[in-house]
């Protein structure tokens, strides 16, 4: 009877110290995962590095995996809605681009189209560069951020 009541009493400490480890294991796995994030504009629940894509377009694809927006600062600066975009290069050399905004109205509509010039921007490795914008007219309600590669043959030295 001594003997069974010691096995069942290991059975419970090993079951116990299983369950410890399963626990254990599972949070930390769990904190490689990126949780949502709700801060900058809106308030998607999106992780970071994505949060902002909907406000990103890019003229190919593989560029798209070198740049994200990491952060969204936004204010009305007499009636109009400025726009500090911090943009990210996951690459780990230069590149030089070209960027430009598109603002949208309440219902999704261009306002101005074809007005806003395109600006140089050249974002060393790994680097992040604050991208600056200021809305048109006071009836933007959204914008985009195009950001387009500059072919190594227009390079000016």
Known sequence: MKVMKMNTAIT???SALLIAALA???LISGC???PPVTSGMGSDQIAPGQKF???LQVHNPELGKKLHISDIRSRTNNDLLEINL???STY???LKLQYQFTWFDKDGFVIEAGKSPWKPLDLHGMQTETVPG???TNKVASFSLYVREVP???FKF
Request: overall charge positive; cysteine-free; hydrophobic content about 30%.
């Open 12 to 14: 419970t400490k090993r």
């Open 86 to 88: 911090s943009l990210t």
């Open 152 to 154: 190594e043959k227009f």
């Open 92 to 94: 780990e050399k230069t």
């Open 24 to 26: 254990a294991t599972l």
């Open 53 to 55: 894509s909907k406000h």
């Open 32 to 34: 490689k995962n990126i």
């Open 134 to 136: 200021l809305a048109p």
